[in-house]
């Protein structure tokens, strides 16, 4: 699995980590590991020499930012190669487009055809499914009912032989703004395969060609992307199975190292079992975080305090309110870090506060009891509460009715957060666009 890779790679990592500093020694010994974990997932040796020349070139003798130490310096480089090492980044188009999908028997085409057709779905796109597949009639069927199940429109003819006459008369009859045509596959590629994708993209004029490729293969799949891309130029390839295969890496970086690109992956049976591919992310995962960089070091000192869990699971209270915004504070722009653990995150407009008001809130809380940490209304519904807190930490009443409203306002976030799935993904939305929708919050 290639969560087995990750859980790896964190292993040798967290040794690195745990000491209380890094030598050549230690980096030699990283290095070892590395070696191993890749080449036990299938990546190709010559890539993961490379891979190590480099990390221990940079890790020793390179650019060491003044900020970082030894270790966060190797964290860092450590990330960056392994980035490197499993290709770019894609993004797909969002437009009106047609989409041929080509691929080996059992590769996982026509699931990954409504995978797709589900994912352009979610983006607002009309998408219909063309089953080109003359093979065998349950390729239809199978199509057909993927289709009914995403809300795609769906065209064939059955009986049909010729795959390029069902893509001509399906391009005649849909009007859908992304239409995705499922090929027939092969044991192995070979003249036939490429003569009958030459007809389907003739037809079709295809604006992307993705090649569907199982991820347990290993390897093989970067000479198996360099076949199909000279003969019909690819625009990506979508690596499927990657939850089921130990092999995943190895698939991905050598595809990487082929004259194609990583696409999307496949992580699953499930039709939402797609992800458009993003290196930096999935390496972050192997690793443990999405945002790496910077990041492996500060989430751990942030989760020293905080018991971020917590935050997560429990009803918010003024002590954990606090915390979160003093974690938020000092992860500055690397920003995300609960909505990362699938807690709601705190608004910049809180975590641009000063140091000074910071100061403040915190000696209200010392001057809060107890059941007020616990249940903030207790205060709110007693103005002898706030006057002893106001006096107590030297405070206005006016600052502490302001500290309760930001407590307040995030407790409301919260309990939307979690009521309304679709919450997080509007406020993700507004916080990066950084233009708070009021009317969403009240
Ligand atoms: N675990 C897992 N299974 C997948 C994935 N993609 C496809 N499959 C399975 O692979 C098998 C073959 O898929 P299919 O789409 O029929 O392949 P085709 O012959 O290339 O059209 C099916 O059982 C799928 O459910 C994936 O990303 N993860
Ligand atoms: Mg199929």
Redesign the pocket.
């Known amino acids: 699995m290639i969560t087995d890779l990750g859980t790896k790679l964190r292993q040798t990592l967290a040794k690195l980590t745990n000491r209380p500093f890094v030598d050549e020694a230690d980096v030699k010994a990283l290095v070892k590991d590395l070696q191993r974990i890749l080449i036990a997932s299938d990546v190709n040796v010559k890539l993961v020499l490379q891979l190590s020349k480099n990390i221990q070139q940079r890790a020793l003798k390179s650019e060491k930012l003044e900020a970082l130490s030894l270790k966060e310096h190797v964290l860092k480089v450590v990330y960056e190669e392994l980035v490197e090492l499993m290709g770019k980044s894609y993004r797909p188009r969002l437009d009106r487009h047609r989409i041929l999908v080509c691929?080996l028997?059992?590769?996982?085409?026509?699931?990954?055809c409504a995978k797709l057709a589900h994912y352009y779905k979610t983006k607002g796109l009309s998408t219909a499914l063309v089953a080109a597949d003359t093979d065998r009639p349950a390729?239809q069927d199978?199509l057909e009912q993927l289709a009914k199940q995403v809300g795609a429109a769906f065209y064939t003819i059955r009986g049909e032989q010729d795959a390029s006459r069902i893509t001509r008369e399906a391009l005649k009859q849909s009007k859908e703004e992304v239409v995705i045509v499922d090929s027939a596959?092969r044991n192995a590629f070979d003249g036939h395969l490429v003569e009958e994708l030459r007809g389907i993209a003739g037809e079709l004029k295809p604006d992307e060609n993705y090649l569907?490729i199982s991820a347990d293969i290993g390897q093989v799949a970067g000479r198996q992307a360099d076949q199909f891309n000279s003969a019909v130029p690819l625009s990506g390839v979508i690596a499927?199975?990657?939850?089921?295969s130990g092999k995943g890496g190895g698939a991905l970086s050598s595809v990487a190292a082929s004259d194609a690109k990583i696409a999307f992956i496949?992580?699953?049976?499930k039709i939402g079992?797609l992800e458009v591919y993003n290196s930096e992310k999935f390496v972050g995962r192997l690793l443990g975080v999405p945002d790496i960089e910077g990041l492996l070091e500060k989430v751990k000192e942030v989760s020293e305090e905080t018991d971020l869990q917590k935050i997560q699971t429990e009803k918010l209270t003024i002590e954990s309110f606090y915390e979160q915004l003093k974690a938020a504070k000092k992860m500055g722009p690397l920003g995300n870090v609960f909505s990362m653990l699938g807690a709601a995150d705190v608004p910049k407009e809180m975590v641009q506060q000063s140091e000074e008001k910071l100061k403040k809130f915190e000696s209200m809380i010392n001057s809060m009891t107890r059941a007020e940490k616990k249940d903030a209304s207790l205060i709110r519904k007693s103005p002898e509460r706030i006057e002893r807190i106001a006096k107590g930490s030297g405070c206005t009443e006016k600052e502490v009715r302001e500290f309760l409203s930001q407590f307040e306002k995030m407790e409301k976030m919260m309990s939307m957060f979690k009521k309304n799935r679709g919450f997080r993904k509007k406020m993700e939305k507004m916080l990066k666009g950084g233009a708070p929708d009021l009317k969403m919050v009240g």
């Not at 499927?240 to 089921?244: C, F, L, N, S, Y």
């Open positions: 691929g028997y059992g590769s996982g085409k026509t699931t990954t390729a199978q596959g569907v499927t199975k990657m939850d089921g496949g992580v699953g049976e079992d």
